[in-house]
Structure formats: structure tokens, C-alpha cells
């Protein structure tokens, strides 16, 4: 009988846990002219609108004379084909630090974008969202060095995501 009730403590405390998720933090701020220009995706949580990306993902960001940001989107699909999308990052909130975004694009809908991890120097860049369900590792440069991103990767799983779904991201540097 205590064996029973044993499994049955052990079988709830992840379910419990997991349950308790803290609250996902953000890096203080960002300096957005810094922040944009070109970076390549080295690694991602696999999602259904990347889906048919396999290699060379890339974003672009420019800054608009509105405050808002232009985030263009490129990959390489299967069939060796460059797929693009354009969107808009704005602000998520007036009382938000300004790395806390919302990109649009397909309007009405948008998703958090918020830099949880970046290189004081902007060499490299972490991207997620709150519930965790989407993850970004980016890098000014096709290659991140494997040390770095292996750290990047301890403090992700730290911050609660599942690290052990990503998928590196092949980069030509073609594009």
C-alpha cells in the first residue's frame, strides 16, 4: 500500500511543477538600433509556420519612422526554394520594457516575441514567449561557436523550455 502511494506522490510532483511554471524574464532592454539588421537562425522549437523551413532561416529587422520595427523572414525549403514573410513588431505594452514585442503577420493575429538572453555586444540573441512554446536561438553570423550555444542552451532549459525539442538549423550563408 505505501508503494502505491509512493508512485502516486512521485507520478504528480512534475505535473505539479510543471503547473507552477515561473514567470518567463525578459533581458531589461534593448537598444533596437543596435538590435537591428540581419540574424540567422542557428536553433528553433519546431512550429507549424516554419514547418516547410529546412535550412538558411533568417531574419532581418528595420526600424520604421512609426517606432515600429519591419521583420522580414527568410529560409531555403526542401525543394530549395526561398520562402518569405513580412511582418510588424511593435511595443507589447506602454509599461513593458521595450523587449518584450508583438509581431503581426497576418493582421488581426500577432505573437509574443520577447528577447529573453542577448550578447551585451549583440553577437547573439535568445527569443521566446511565455507559455514556451516557441524558442529562437539567433546569431549575427551563420555559426555560433558550439560553447556558446551550449550555454545558451542551460540557460533556456533554466528558464523552463524544452530544450531537448530543438532542432539546429542548417546555414549555407548563401542567404
Not at 528595420?62 to 514573410?85: F, H, M, Y
Not at 555586444?121 to 514567449?129: F, L, P, Q
Request: aromatic fraction near 10%; include cysteine; proline fraction near 6%.
Amino acid at each position: 500500500m505505501t508503494l502505491h502511494i509512493a508512485i502516486l506522490v512521485c507520478a504528480a510532483v512534475p505535473l505539479f511543477a510543471a503547473a507552477v511554471t515561473a514567470e518567463l524574464t525578459v533581458v531589461p532592454s534593448v537598444d533596437l538600433k543596435s538590435y537591428v539588421g540581419k540574424w540567422y537562425e542557428i536553433a528553433r522549437l519546431p512550429n507549424r509556420f516554419q514547418k516547410a523551413c529546412t535550412s538558411d532561416v533568417s531574419a532581418t529587422y528595420s526600424l520604421r519612422p512609426d517606432g515600429k520595427i519591419t521583420v522580414s523572414n527568410q529560409c531555403v525549403t526542401s525543394k530549395g526554394e526561398i520562402k518569405s514573410a513580412t511582418g510588424i513588431a511593435r511595443l507589447a505594452g506602454k509599461s513593458q520594457p521595450n523587449t518584450k514585442l508583438k509581431v503581426t503577420f497576418f493582421w488581426p493575429f500577432s505573437g509574443n516575441y520577447w528577447i529573453i538572453d542577448l550578447d551585451p555586444e549583440y553577437r547573439w540573441a535568445v527569443v521566446g514567449e511565455p507559455k514556451r512554446k516557441y524558442l529562437w536561438v539567433l546569431s549575427r553570423t551563420p555559426q555560433l561557436p558550439e560553447a556558446v550555444y551550449d550555454e545558451l542552451i542551460v540557460r533556456a532549459k533554466e528558464k523552463g523550455f524544452d530544450v531537448s525539442r530543438l532542432v539546429k538549423t542548417p546555414q549555407s550563408g548563401r542567404h
